[in-house]
């Protein structure tokens, strides 16, 4: 079974972090929360746009954790990304989700479940599926109310491949 790190960068919650192991956990992924958190310079933040920029953070984050023995490693992360367009950033087998812009402070538990679609998504894609016609997270999502819309699972086909690339 593949392994999947999940890393705070700079301070989230441990409760919605737990959370999000829960639900994974619960579908039969292999996971884990790094134990330490790992934290931004300010040598990556953008005074001009008041954001932190995602290039920065992205090669600052693929160096620290390219040869951890995971498969797939996902930061999560509240700060303000200049990365509004996507809901993740990826490059190798390294994702980062900015939950800044998709967390609801009024209902956490459809932020955690925004979250967790955005983690099946990634996973989804690092088994080699693009954007499935079924009703499944799969199916893609360009803006919150898809996300929202889409169901926190995977059809048939779309388990039978993750499942044939040993997740």
Same mark, same amino acid.
């Given at each position: 079974? =593949? %392994? +999947?790190?999940?890393?705070?960068?700079?301070?989230?919650?441990? !409760?919605? !972090?737990? #959370?999000?192991? &829960?639900?994974? !956990? *619960?579908?039969?992924?292999?996971?884990?929360?790094?134990?330490?958190?790992?934290?931004? @310079?300010?040598?990556?933040?953008?005074?001009?746009?008041?954001? /932190? +920029?995602?290039?920065?953070?992205?090669? =600052?984050?693929? #160096?620290?954790?390219?040869?951890?023995?995971? &498969?797939?490693?996902?930061? +999560?992360?509240?700060?303000?990304?200049?990365?509004?367009?996507?809901?993740?950033? %990826?490059?190798?087998?390294?994702?980062?989700?900015?939950?800044?812009? $998709?967390?609801? %402070?009024?209902?956490?538990?459809? @932020?955690?479940?925004? $979250?967790?679609? +955005?983690?099946? /998504?990634?996973?989804?894609?690092? @088994?080699?599926?693009?954007?499935? %016609?079924?009703?499944?997270?799969? =199916?893609?999502?360009?803006?919150? *109310? *898809? !996300? &929202?819309?889409?169901?926190? &699972?995977?059809?048939?086909?779309?388990?039978?491949? $993750?499942?044939?690339?040993?997740?």
């Amino acid at each position: 079974m =593949k %392994k +999947i790190l999940l890393v705070q960068i700079n301070k989230v919650d441990r !409760l919605i !972090l737990q #959370s999000i192991v &829960d639900v994974l !956990l *619960e579908r039969k992924f292999s996971v884990n929360i790094f134990p330490e958190i790992f934290h931004i @310079s300010i040598n990556a933040y953008d005074w001009n746009e008041d954001k /932190y +920029i995602s290039d920065i953070i992205l090669k =600052k984050f693929q #160096s620290r954790f390219n040869n951890f023995p995971f &498969d797939i490693i996902i930061g +999560i992360t509240d700060i303000d990304i200049n990365n509004t367009d996507n809901f993740y950033m %990826k490059n190798g087998n390294i994702a980062i989700i900015p939950i800044k812009n $998709i967390f609801n %402070k009024n209902n956490v538990n459809l @932020s955690i479940e925004r $979250i967790n679609k +955005i983690i099946f /998504y990634i996973i989804g894609m690092y @088994s080699g599926i693009d954007n499935c %016609k079924n009703y499944c997270i799969m =199916k893609g999502f360009k803006n919150i *109310e *898809e !996300l &929202d819309s889409l169901p926190l &699972d995977y059809c048939d086909s779309c388990m039978t491949r $993750i499942k044939q690339n040993n997740y």
